[in-house]
């Protein structure tokens, strides 16, 4: 039995090959168990001859949601994001959902444009980390996620504290990070943060200043999470000749990378680096620093677990704070 023509075989014309109506053929795709196992298995037989594909945004239409988990990220560069990204997947195929990768650049147009696409095929779930947490962020066009049936989980970034969230405790990120510097007793430190009025920039900045000795100077420098602006901020910093200090702390892994590379630049040999949140592959280079790491695999595996199962129903935690450790603390 084959296809007329260079068609895709449809609806109706499995229904017609199997004597049936298009609806007994659409309930054995989408409900199977409405329609008699002897006309199932006739008209699954026919589909694998003529080999139809279904079409599963078409079945969705009227349904409440579609088997998509789409994750909004501003920037894969990104360490953790990359994690989240991979472990998502994973768990989500094996699970039966497809997933829909956004990357925002920090672009709120992007951002708008990913969570219209993914409202409108009624996703099942999104992970979202927003471009920017500042409180007087314009988040109009995230609003729609109230009143959907998508399940939402704020990763890392958050436009709204109340809603489920997995996310890194800043306070105590910036108390580790105070800690090495007051075992080293450092006199000046440079810190690093993403935009000045980011929330997660202000508790790790905040939690540094607040934990260090009296006698240790802090020099705050507000750039850019990601890591090609950051470098020029940082640049233009050190150009003005701002470069007499004992440790450089950046609050997370882009941040550092970057200020690790202008200075390498400036030919800074004394001055010590601080992270919140690993370098990517800095010890392959022979780059040991004291850093402030949390568990990715963790942190992307509660992800996955808890969107997959608020989607099905089954009980999860919908606010998870992730704890970090100091590694090369010596």
Known sequence: MKKAGNKAPTI?????????????????FTDPDKVKPKTREKILQIAREVKYVPNVFAQNIKTAQSPIIGIVTDDTFNQSYAYVIQELCQHAEAKGYSVMIFTTGGSRESEVKAVNTLVGYKAAGIVLSVINDTPDYDTSHLKMLYHSATKLIQFDRQFDTTLPAVYVNDERAGELIASVIKQKQYRHVLVIGGQEQSRITQ??????????????????????????NANEMITAHFAAGARHYDAIVGVNGAISLAARSVATTWSLTDVDFLSIDDIPHAEAFGFFYPSVVHDYKQWATIVAENLVAAIEGRPWQPRTVINGFLKNAR
């Open 12 to 28: 109706t014309d499995i229904a017609r090959l199997a004597g049936v109506s298009s609806i007994t053929v659409s309930r054995t």
């Open 203 to 228: 508790a790790r900045v905040r939690s540094i200043c607040d934990n260090v000795s009296a006698t240790t100077k802090i020099t705050h420098l507000y750039a850019d999470y990601r890591y090609d």
